[in-house]
């Protein structure tokens, strides 16, 4: 499945040897009339976008990323194409939401 991301990246800040930088993505499947193959009796579309937010910091003198917090939210449909299990198809709303931080333990 094909999925576009557009991210930007953000130095917002260096402070002691650290690089404070912001990313913003937007994420998108493109087209949901294309289909891929599970079987040769199933197929499956699936059409999400959504946003990533991101702020990270790095360490300037190694590249190494020390914390990085990350919010993500997609939604989107899933759509399973009639079939001889599932003669009307399907079709599924789907919410994503997360959060996360990544952090580095010395």
């Known amino acids: 499945m094909p999925i576009d991301i557009d991210t930007t990246y953000m130095l917002k800040q ?9 990313a913003a993505a937007k994420m998108d499947m ?6 891929i193959e599970i079987d040769p009796n199933n197929k499956m579309a699936m ?20 914390k990085s917090s990350i919010a993500m939210n997609f939604s989107g449909v899933m759509r399973m194409e009639a079939s001889p299990q599932m003669p009307e198809g399907m079709t599924t709303p789907m919410t994503i939401v997360g959060n996360a931080v990544v952090e580095l333990v010395k």
């Open 47 to 66: 059409q999400i976008s959504g946003t990533i937010n991101a702020t990270s910091e790095v360490e300037e003198k190694t590249g190494l990323t020390r």
């Open 30 to 35: 493109g087209d949901s009339s294309k289909t």
């Open 14 to 22: 260096r402070k002691d040897g650290i690089a404070y930088i912001d």
